[in-house]
């Protein structure tokens, strides 16, 4: 079927970080109050609200919380409030059904979020709820924690195509640099390859600083037809490509352990429905949970040849001022992972990027790409955004 | 926009109950062959999975299954698979996603499924995980749950309807009676008033058998556009009403707690949207989480004039044989609340009567309605069936 065209008119954040005090409710409702603002159209008009979260009900013990923050916005009472969850794609996928439901015909004005409150929890429920995307009854039974997915991944990186744990340190330097001009981002500071090479060892070869931090945030922006969006904002941006797949749920089912296929299959389908090849990519925030993952998903992608991601690094290709900047927000290293709002976060940094406002700015980008791996890949999302 | 017309051409389930040594993973996967095998498809034709959970990760731990349950069905890596969740609603949400994707022309072939694994759990956690779609900042710091809110509602019913305790006794009886026939319900015994009125008291006036058990089950169904389903399953049934509505997060905000607005609103939705009437109705399957729920939940859908719900029962208007079959199934009070599945297991029961394969076979039942109220009826669907 032909598709209608759909456009983002509307971004909100609140920033990532420890953000005492604030709820999830708090958080969700003034980043979506943002988007509705900045998008210049009446709540009224919003046809339908979808909501990234991953893991409210263990971490705080709140579920249902799509219509609870309806209520909290004053959303009209005649239309659905949902929430999706997918592990760290949750808000990702919640986009992807207001993109499909607009670009079908079914709404033309769409309220789209993701939020996560994380750092009020104990750091024993903290580690039992982000395992809670492993198969408990196979590797999470065997005590497999995310830690551990990417360690061994990095491990086989290194082994077949000779990735440095040094290069994997530099992942995690630039995006630390890139996040201190970012007022959004939970760290803000520098840190040095010697910092990251000495910081405390979590599982080998990972450092702390090869982790992200788990962080409280939301994220929102508000979604149009893009013939109605003229209308409202003149910064437009539109949706030209949009997947999600689906992965193994298990690392020991993958056959080769230093790709996901869900990353590249996703990627596949969102070049090919968006008619841009990698190269024609101009910004990318990419799902760094971990420094190898940035290089896996590099060449996942498409950006990099198999087993040169770790080179690219090194080489500053993938810098800001760099032939393909990746994560000029600081990533989810630095800018922080409030799991089920980070896929509308990046979002909210890629349309910076796009409307020429974000503090790390790319010269004249065009062409945005973002990128989220659910789990242990067993989902996956790709959205490819370009400026009107 | 013009709606495409949807078919349900196969429904499967389990058992809903105690079911020992059954997993998430292993209900869901059994419920979703059955109904590819009721449909006669081949797998590889689904192009969406879409699944309805609503506390997996407080019960036992597991989130992101709806990738987990597809990767081991042995679905298709290039389709999405997503969870949503909406309390109560959830199936019924995961049921409207696949419906308005088909229906807008995005996909031919949905596969809908609800699971909930909760017996294995402590009771604690039970309590906790069902009280999750309270809001947690307001009512539930206060120390609602379920039993209390419906409670309020039932006190407010007696006194401004004169409904009486017996009334929503019998409500219970019926839903026993009904479920004895059903190989699929929790409880397959009868009940007396006297059983109902002498059972222990949970919160006045509300006694232990008006109030539905916790169950372990998953049931599911595919959907596809009614177009391509003469091709398959020739016993297809269409949707020919779906909504989904959002309502109130505390019971403090109702100006009357003696009605839901959010199912009055959704069922106004689907009667419009499928051209009937409440009194075009053969057999209903709504949410009777307590007896008071399915006496305000008949009137709420327009059923009965306000406050005549009580009588209805009374004068078995609403048995197997009156003039409106109400949960032939037994209901959640006796066939059993595996909340994440009740939306797509009420399906399940409609389909069948629709059929007319059920084991409580309503005479030529043409029009079947399904309803959920989630939580505090902060989320509604209501579903309206036809057979073909």
């Not at 919640?94 to 004005?109: D, F, K, P, T, W």
Request: aromatic share 6%; hydrophobic share 40%.
């Amino acid at each position: 079927m032909a598709l209608r065209s759909v456009s983002i008119i509307g971004i909100g954040t609140t920033r990532f970080g420890v953000l005492e005090g604030q709820t999830i409710k708090s958080m969700a409702v003034a980043a979506c109050n943002d988007a509705i603002e900045d998008a210049g159209i009446d709540r009224k008009q919003i046809q339908a609200f979808y909501l990234g979260n991953y893991i409210s009900g263990m971490m705080v013990g709140q579920e249902t919380i799509a219509p609870l923050i309806a209520d909290a916005l004053g959303l009209r009472k005649d239309i659905g409030a949902t929430k999706v969850e997918g592990a760290c794609s949750s808000a990702a996928i919640a986009l992807r059904q207001g993109y499909l439901l607009i670009a079908s015909g079914v709404y033309n004005v769409v309220l789209i979020a993701g939020v996560e409150k994380m750092t009020s929890a104990l750091r024993e429920k903290t580690t039992a709820s982000l395992s809670a995307s492993i198969d408990q009854e196979t590797e999470g039974l065997s005590g497999l924690t995310f830690p551990g997915f990417w360690a061994l991944i990095a491990r086989a990186h290194m082994h077949e195509y000779g990735t440095t744990v040094e290069q994997l340190g530099m992942v995690s330097v630039k995006n630390h640099l890139n996040s201190m001009a970012n007022p959004r981002a939970r760290y803000r500071n520098a840190v040095s390859l010697g910092d990251v090479m000495n910081s405390k060892l979590i599982c080998d070869p990972l450092k702390v600083f090869d982790c992200c931090p788990v962080a409280d945030g939301a994220a929102a922006v508000v979604l149009c037809a893009s013939d109605m969006a003229k209308e409202y904002n003149p910064k437009r941006v539109d949706i030209i490509g949009s997947a999600q797949t689906t992965g193994y749920s298990t690392l020991y089912a993958h056959k080769d352990i230093t790709t996901l296929p869900s990353t590249v299959l996703a990627a596949k389908q969102a070049f090919d429905m968006a008619k841009v090849k990698p190269g024609d990519v101009d910004v990318v925030e990419l799902h760094d949970c971990f420094s190898p993952a940035e290089v896996v998903d590099s060449e996942d992608l498409g950006f990099f040849e198999k087993g040169k991601g770790g080179r690219a690094v090194e080489e500053g290709i993938t810098q800001v001022g760099g032939k393909l900047p990746i994560n000029p927000s600081g990533g989810l290293l630095a800018k922080g992972h409030p799991t089920g709002a980070t896929g509308v976060g990046q979002i909210y940094e890629v349309v910076k990027q796009l409307r020429g406002e974000h503090e790390n700015q790319i010269r004249n980008a065009e062409i945005g790409l973002t990128h989220n791996a659910g789990g242990t890949g067993s989902v996956c999302t790709v959205h490819i955004l370009r400026r009107v």
